[in-house]
């Protein structure tokens, strides 16, 4: 069973958009929800993370955006470039017990 | 951010043969490391839980005498794919515990098995 939905499965966005990635959970234990950006051949990195307790976390061109009440949560980059073109995926983890569920992952690419 | 390493990045290997991965935490002492697999164009699965002086724990369907997992120190965890066949052939990647919840990932390893 997959523990967090992610959509869509890829997206195609000309340099400048915004693209938006959505995910949702059931489990209500989930805690922390980070965001992984992945290049073909390379480990997952880090991007932005975020906690029930707020609603909204920006860093840099990277926001989270947390509905709590409806178990989703979104990844908008702004002024999206070239580079962005990467595999994102959400995960969410319950604080201690460390181990991550993962989304289906969402292809970006970036038009120039 | 903290740096994971793996050794080596590719690896092929003839069916039968042993392979050896390691995942080092560079920067910070890491009591839990996980294991991942991930094959082509697909999300990342969780093969085991690998904690620094004990046992790992292993995911469902995960065979523990196929995938040994070793974590002998606070930086450094080896996961070993014994009598290595075709179907193995995949992307592993270890992600390294620094806090509570965050996780880092290392570059992970490509394993081809002839």
């Known amino acids: 069973q997959q523990q967090v939905k992610q959509s869509p499965q890829s997206l195609i966005v000309q340099k400048g958009g915004i693209p938006i990635i959505n995910c949702a959970y059931e489990?209500?234990?989930?805690?922390?929800f980070p965001w992984y950006q992945q290049f073909p051949g390379k480990g997952p990195a880090l991007l932005i993370a975020?906690?029930?307790?707020?609603s909204e976390k920006k860093e840099g061109r990277f926001t989270i955006s947390f509905n709590k009440s409806a178990k989703q949560f979104s990844l908008h980059i702004m002024d999206s470039q070239p580079g962005d073109s990467a595999t994102y995926f959400c995960?969410?983890?319950?604080?201690?017990?460390?181990?991550?569920?993962f989304g289906t992952g969402t292809r970006l690419t970036v038009i120039p | 951010g903290a740096v994971v390493s793996q050794h080596p990045s590719r690896v092929i290997c003839k069916s039968g043969t042993s392979v050896k991965i390691e995942c080092r935490s560079l920067?910070?002492?890491?009591?839990?490391m996980f294991w991942y697999r991930q094959f082509p164009k697909q999300s990342l699965m969780l093969m085991a839980t690998?904690?620094?002086?004990?046992?790992?724990?292993?995911e469902q369907g995960v065979e523990k005498d196929k995938f040994l997992i070793n974590h002998a120190s606070l930086t450094l965890s080896t996961l070993t794919v014994t009598s290595a066949h075709p179907e193995d052939s995949s992307f592993y990647i270890c992600?390294?515990?620094?806090?509570?919840?965050?996780?880092?990932f290392g570059p992970g390893t490509r394993l081809t098995v002839l």
């Open positions: 920067d910070f002492q890491a009591t839990t």
């Open positions: 995960a969410a983890s319950r604080t201690g017990a460390n181990n991550l569920f």
């Open positions: 992600s390294a515990g620094r806090d509570r919840d965050t996780q880092y």
């Open positions: 690998s904690n620094e002086g004990s046992k790992a724990t292993y």
């Open positions: 975020i906690r029930p307790d707020v």
């Open positions: 489990n209500t234990a989930f805690d922390y």
